[in-house]
Antibody, heavy 124, light 106 residues
Framework: QVQLEESGPGLMQPSETLSLTCTVS????????VGWVRQPLGKGLVWMGT???????NYNSAVQSRLSISRDTSKSQVFLKMNSLQPEDTGTYYC??????????????????WGQGVMVTVSS | DIQMTQSPPVLSASVGDRVTLSCKAS??????LDWYQQKHGEAPKLLIY???NLQTGIPSRFSGSGSGTDYTLTISSLQPEDVATYYC????????FGSGTKLEIK
């Protein structure tokens, strides 16, 4: 079955670089894209960026200058790296599988499977 | 960037009520909109994709509609297990989540 699991450090210092890993199973990263979604404590969901099945990436313009998403298809892992961390980067980080496809002339895109999330706190 | 505004931010309703949640886009998103449910302490779950398509396993009391800039999620008969925050999400241009509507039971 499809599974995604985030991992990474729970506590970071301001100005450091965050590195998170999303390990997937049950599907291939060359068949589906994976997105990262952040949720500040008590607040809403924010799409951060996506690496698509073909390997291209898109980023939220608000964090684009600090964010990089990559993958290792042989290990079924997707990586998020974000530099210059600030306290406002604190929150739960989710990875989620995109199911995106064309059918009968219509484009569909949705997150059909999610990881459980990893909490990241940025504090000195 | 497309902005997605959900209303109301908080909605309190009684069990059995028909409930309507709204999502308004800052520009036409051509029905490229999904709805997610997030219960407290859990990851979000897909309810509806492409405006009105019910995800497998989701109860039929959930439905979606809309076009252009205005979209709605309707729960035909509110159940206690529907307490959650609901988010719309557009993928017409970039990818954006709405601000969320927190649904409570009276």
């Amino acid at each position: 079955q499809v599974q995604l699991e985030e991992s990474g450090p729970g506590l970071m210092q301001p100005s450091e670089t965050l590195s998170l890993t999303c390990t997937v199973s049950g599907f291939s990263l060359t068949s589906n894209g994976v997105g990262w979604v952040r949720q500040p404590l008590g607040k809403g969901l924010v799409w951060m960026g996506t690496i698509w099945a073909g390997g291209s990436t898109n980023y939220n313009s608000a964090v684009q200058s600090r964010l990089s998403i990559s993958r290792d298809t042989s290990k079924s892992q997707v990586f998020l790296k974000m530099n210059s961390l600030q306290p406002e980067d604190t929150g739960t980080y989710y990875c989620a599988r995109h199911d995106d496809y064309y059918y009968d002339g219509t484009y569909y895109d949705y997150f059909d499977y999610w990881g459980q999330g990893v909490m990241v706190t940025v504090s000195s | 960037d497309i902005q997605m505004t959900q209303s109301p931010p908080v909605l309190s309703a009684s069990v059995g009520d028909r409930v309507t949640l709204s999502c308004k886009a800052s520009q036409n998103i051509n029905k490229n909109l999904d709805w997610y449910q997030q219960k407290h302490g859990e990851a979000p779950k897909l309810l509806i994709y492409y405006t009105n398509n019910l995800q497998t396993g989701i109860p039929s009391r959930f439905s979606g509609s809309g076009s252009g800039t205005d979209y709605t999620l309707t729960i035909s008969s509110l159940q206690p297990e529907d307490v959650a925050t609901y988010y719309c999400y557009q993928y017409n241009s970039g990818l954006t989540f709405g601000s969320g509507t927190k649904l409570e039971i009276k």
